[in-house]
């Protein structure tokens, strides 16, 4: 079977400018070359051309998300005061949840990601029966195993054991690229988190974390008080920071100095970074995937996206769970990210471009999966055929903003590279295919 030529009015391949009237030939689910329409078919006379409508983009990678509480979206429905009220309000839905299918859950919210363009995600799964969904589904990206709640007894008496086994299995099962979720600073004894980043590295795993979500985060690695420190002994949870009355260190400083931070590693949400966190996440090379209607969600203004930005600091762009966020729709948190910066005072006319690229390429380079064979986030000689077709038509305008402006709820369809030419997801618009050209 030879090559399949997808082509669009307007293809938007990240890695390059967009192209008018483009197209990409693709092979065993791979892309052979991506350019003008014209000079892709002429190179590969008699393949079988599918012609989207609207603009084709480089397939959406969803950099912070929890597929397997798409079923908890009552949590998410409303606005609260503070990131406490709303983690009771989780917590009473979660814990009563016994028997839940979490599988099942996830899958969902598989199936709503690809609707909405997205073909990778960073996926936290609490619950193990949800980490083969992502392979599944044909979604490419990593199911992170979350680990919480453990003291460092715990933890050396049967966590360590649990985690490691579990991991083992997992890998020996096949179901897809698996990494490390240690929770946040304040779901773990100290011990725990830097063994987990230990583990991780034995492993050759990646790691995923929450990070500065609440104002009070700072607090509590500092000194030991505050909100959250009231809320995990709440839970029940004696962690040396409580006994010890903080760490003197803010939230970032206390990971790196445990081992947690680097190129392996990226933080979800980071509301509340101040200028030398952001320096420091610089220099470990650790990319921040941001979830802006989930942080208002909430109550929460969102992050200093600005500053991220003129910085040069490594952004993605998440959804969060429906259980604190409207939808799975990437493209809206994209939207509120612009209007976000333009509010924090950026200026700069690159605005546009560098949010679609933290939404493709960005969440890539927080996975470790911009690179290699197979690579994901743009379009280019041996990148998957990972796309999203949006019923959207630029005109004149700039490309990027249209496609954050008008591009959100508007996808016809999604395309992964597990298949020969690209696998098509949830079709809302048939491609016109035909022989030759």
Same mark, same amino acid.
């Given at each position: ?6 082509? +669009? ?88 949840? +016994? ?84 929770? +946040? ?29 609440? +104002? ?222």
């Amino acid at each position: 079977m030879g090559a399949v030529i997808h082509s +669009a009015p307007l293809v938007m391949p990240v890695s390059r400018p967009p192209i008018r009237d483009g197209a990409m030939a693709v092979l065993r689910g791979r892309v052979l070359e991506v350019g003008p329409r014209r000079e892709i078919l002429a190179a590969h006379p008699g393949a079988e051309e599918l012609r989207w409508p609207g603009v084709v983009v480089a397939g959406l990678v969803n950099a912070h998300t929890h597929l397997q509480f798409t079923g908890m979206a009552e949590v998410g429905r409303r606005v609260y005061d503070t990131f406490e009220e709303w983690s009771n309000a989780f917590d009473a839905v979660y814990f009563s949840s +016994a028997g839940a299918d979490w599988a099942g859950s996830a899958r969902e919210g598989a199936l709503l990601a690809l609707r909405h363009g997205t073909t990778a995600v960073a996926d936290v799964v609490t619950d193990v029966e949800a980490m083969p969904v992502l392979a599944q589904a044909g979604l490419a990206g990593i199911s992170y195993l979350e680990v919480l709640g453990d003291t460092d007894a715990s933890w050396a008496e049967t966590g360590r054991h649990h985690l490691t086994s579990t991991v083992r299995e997992l890998g020996a099962a096949g179901t897809g690229a698996v990494g490390l979720s240690p929770h +946040a600073p304040y779901t773990l004894d100290t011990g725990v988190l830097a063994d987990l980043a230990v583990l991780a590295r034995g492993f050759g795993l990646r790691q995923h974390i929450h990070l500065l979500e609440s +104002a009070h985060e700072r607090e509590y690695t500092v000194s030991g008080t505050g909100p959250i420190a009231h809320l995990v002994r709440e839970l029940g949870f004696d962690f040396e920071i409580l006994r010890a009355g903080g760490t003197g260190q803010g939230p970032v400083a206390f990971l790196d100095a445990l081992g947690l931070l680097g190129p392996h590693c990226h933080v979800a949400h980071g509301v509340h970074l101040d200028a030398e966190e952001r320096a420091l996440l610089r220099e470990r090379g650790v990319s921040v995937a941001l979830c802006p209607r989930s942080n208002r969600t909430l109550g929460l203004d969102g992050p200093p996206v600005a500053a991220l930005l003129e910085e040069g600091c490594a952004i993605a762009v998440g959804t969060d769970s429906l259980a604190s966020s409207p939808s799975l729709d990437l493209l809206e948190d994209v939207r509120l990210l612009r209007a976000l910066a333009l509010e924090q005072g950026y200026r700069a006319p690159d605005l546009s471009r560098r949010l679609v690229e933290a939404a493709t390429v960005g969440g890539a380079r927080a996975l470790g999966l911009d690179t290699g064979p197979g690579r994901i986030g743009s379009l280019a000689a041996g990148t998957r055929c990972d796309f999203a077709v949006f019923d959207v038509d630029p005109g004149e305008r700039d490309p990027y903003l249209c496609l954050i402006e008008d591009g959100p709820g508007r996808c016809v369809a999604t395309v992964t590279g597990d298949d020969h030419a690209g696998r098509v997801h949830l079709v809302n618009s048939t491609p016109e295919g035909h022989r030759g050209c």
